[in-house]
């Protein structure tokens, strides 16, 4: 097989054989662009407060419950296990969190925020809230309640494949 001119010339470039979509507009990318450029409204904030995102997330999850499993916690707040023990650990030395043996089963540990997490919530939440309120005031209420809507539209759909019909297209 030999070569044409233009594919020696190319050699280093990319190949555009791979019949794919653009990397710059897959959906994974276009979402974690989004991701990146809201949390960097958030970020400056947390830091002031001596915390991560991923701290901050923990923090939020167990301040709409009252206790949860750890599994559970790694769930609900998109966290793989052996990150979520290492952030228990320093919330726990920082007093913000408390880990319980559960009730039913001696093996499992329930965790919940303490006192001193709820103070430092209630630090953080004025700030937060105005980062909030900027980013709607940016993009718009309405624009903003609409991506809420479809993002969870799309989680919907792709968790309940079932469900598509069910998530009609309402605009």
């Not at 280093?12 to 450029?37: G, I, Y």
């Not at 990150?83 to 039913?104: F, M």
């Not at 499992?108 to 939440?125: D, F, N, P, Q, T």
């Amino acid at each position: 097989m030999t070569k044409r001119p233009a594919d020696s010339a190319n050699a280093s470039a990319p190949t555009r054989q791979v019949p794919m979509r653009d990397f710059s507009r897959s959906l994974p990318m276009s979402l974690l662009r989004a991701r990146e450029a809201v949390m960097r409204q958030f970020r400056p904030k947390l830091r002031e407060h001596g915390l991560t995102e991923q701290q901050w997330r923990i923090l939020r999850a167990l301040a709409s419950i009252e206790a949860a499993e750890v599994t559970e916690l790694a769930r609900t707040a998109f966290l793989l296990g052996p990150s979520l023990s290492r952030i228990l650990r320093d919330l726990e030395a920082r007093n913000l969190i408390e880990r319980k043996t559960a009730k039913a089963d001696q093996r499992r540990s329930m965790v919940s925020i303490s006192k001193e997490g709820v103070k430092l919530m209630a630090s953080v939440a004025p700030s937060s809230e105005a980062i909030y309120a900027e980013i709607t005031q940016r993009f718009g209420a309405r624009k903003l309640a609409e991506l809420q809507e479809m993002l969870g539209q799309l989680e919907l759909c792709l968790a309940f494949p079932d469900a598509g019909d069910d998530v009609t297209d309402e605009t």
